[in-house]
């Protein structure tokens, strides 16, 4: 499991939902302390003993604010990892927080996903981790228009629009044709604000992105969204 930002029993009901069973989560590896990425992290840590991973910035944040203090393993990554029978690769990202980090999941049939939120900016070794993955869960936070122009104070726009912010649906779009011109065939929006994005704009910048550059929908790639409150991944 990459991040456990809801509580533990919606957590719980998610997975019951999807015919997934609990037990069968064999690590928790967290991208970074921010809340709405560790709220259900503890108590679902120390209900089902499950090890929770991170890098040592984020470890040491989250040690710090408490959300360690329970009975199971904490490990700090320092390169590859295995769980459940797959890989799992970090990558540090660019974010306001301790020590952040994206995730690419290799799976024992060959497969590739990235797990790739929270970053102001793709950097080269951002860019180079998640290029010929099968799968990219990619940040589309916000439309910049939207954020300009909505209820947020001055500063925290900036700090959403710095390189230590938030993807917007036009960076993140920008990334995509490199994306499936080398091999990844699904792409997930992700990330989505609530109060700065709406899921049809982040579909419909990447949709004008990808037709550009003559890439087809159903045919070259898979496109959907994950809605800002959770649940199912739009397709729209």
Do not use: W
């Not at 710090?64 to 009975?71: E, I, S, T, V």
């Not at 700090?159 to 011109?181: F, P, Q, T």
Request: charge should be negative; proline fraction near 4%.
């Amino acid at each position: 499991m990459i991040d456990a930002g809801v509580s533990a029993k919606r957590i719980a009901t998610a997975l019951c939902d999807r015919g997934i069973d609990l037990s069968s989560i064999q690590g928790i590896f967290v991208t970074h302390e921010h809340s709405d990425h560790i709220s259900g992290l503890r108590v679902l840590a120390n209900r089902n003993k499950i090890p929770v991973y991170g890098s040592d910035g984020t470890i040491e944040a989250l040690s710090g604010m408490g959300a360690l203090n329970g009975h199971f393993p904490v490990h700090v990554l320092e390169g590859p990892q295995e769980a459940a029978g797959m890989e799992i690769l970090p990558f540090e990202t660019s974010h306001d927080c301790a020590h952040s980090c994206g995730y690419v999941v290799r799976t024992g049939d060959g497969r590739s996903i990235a797990v790739c939120t929270d970053l102001g900016y793709v950097s080269e070794s951002v860019r180079a981790a998640i290029t010929g993955c099968d799968l990219v869960m990619l940040e589309s936070n916000h439309d910049v228009m939207m954020l300009q122009n909505g209820p947020y104070p001055y500063p925290l726009k900036l700090r959403i629009l710095s390189d230590r912010g938030h993807l917007s649906n036009g960076s993140c779009a920008s990334e995509l044709e490199g994306l499936v011109k080398k091999g990844t065939t699904r792409i997930i929006l992700a990330h989505l604000s609530r109060e700065n994005n709406m899921p049809l704009l982040a579909l419909q910048a990447a949709r004008t992105s990808l037709g550009a550059a003559g890439m087809r929908e159903k045919t070259d790639y898979i496109l959907g969204a994950a809605p800002p409150e959770g649940g199912r991944v739009l397709l729209l």
